[in-house]
């Protein structure tokens, strides 16, 4: 049986059914192996950002703070192993974190509904990353590309989340795709 900490909060959540025409908008919830948070002292900064380059992504959240995404491996215990707390500390979010990719050619028009920011991609272009509110739930939104994004919110309101992006995108049509990372 598998663990219930492991289990999406979308579990119950219902589908939107394809309404047989090619949808605007393609809703995934993602399944990151891991996902940490690394806070760099302002002294350390340099040597921290250094050892962030690797295989997983990092995401700026703001000055000395970085999301790491591990697709492969959690990258928890391997940034706990070279950073130690005079350099940054590690936390692990890969339980308190929900993880949605919003894609399609309407993906941009379905997210500027409800978020206080412009997301043209002269303003917000591919790999920027921004902290902002969706239907009044906190989320972490990074631009994969023209036409993707990312969505992080705390686990607890993932189903609240999850719900609005449904509903919001049904004008565009949505189709929703099986878990992936």
Do not use: N
Request: aromatic share 8%; glycine share 8%.
């Amino acid at each position: 049986m598998p663990d219930p900490m492991l289990r999406s909060p979308l579990a119950l959540a219902a589908v939107p059914a394809p309404d047989g025409r090619e949808p605007g908008v393609t809703l995934h919830e993602l399944r990151p192996a891991g996902l940490a948070l690394v806070a760099a002292w302002p002294a350390t900064l340099d040597r921290v950002e250094a050892i962030l380059r690797g295989p997983d992504r990092v995401l700026t959240l703001g000055p000395g703070r970085f999301l790491v995404v591990g697709a492969d491996a959690d990258p928890v215990p391997a940034l706990a192993e070279v950073l130690e707390v005079e350099t940054a500390v590690v936390t692990d979010l890969g339980h308190a974190r929900s993880v949605f990719r919003v894609a399609g050619p309407r993906a941009q028009d379905l997210l500027q509904k409800d978020l206080a920011f412009d997301l043209d991609p002269a303003a917000f272009a591919p790999g920027a990353t921004a902290q902002a509110a969706i239907h009044h739930v906190g989320v972490i939104v990074h631009r994969r590309g023209e036409a993707e994004f990312e969505l992080y919110c705390f686990r607890g309101f993932a189903l609240s989340l999850w719900e609005w992006l449904a509903d919001a995108a049904l004008e565009y049509g949505c189709r929703v795709e099986a878990s992936a990372f």
